[in-house]
């Protein structure tokens, strides 16, 4: 029997949080994945940031 899947209302990537103003520049407060380009943000968990993109993975 097929389960009808209740679908997650996704929540909006809130890209200016990851930036920090420091005088005039804008400083990157997360990684971005080396695989994706500059444009995608890395995700920081304890030990590892990874990629929700690509899924890579990089360990502190
Ligand atoms: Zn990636």
């Given at each position: 029997m097929a389960k009808k899947k209740e679908k997650k209302p996704s929540k909006p990537i809130k890209?200016?949080?990851?930036y920090k103003k420091e005088g005039d520049a804008l400083k990157r407060e997360k990684k971005s994945c080396p695989k994706c380009g500059a444009g995608t943000f890395m995700a920081t968990h304890k030990n590892r940031s990874t990629c929700g993109k690509c899924h890579y993975c990089e360990f502190n």
């Open positions: 890209v200016h949080e990851y």
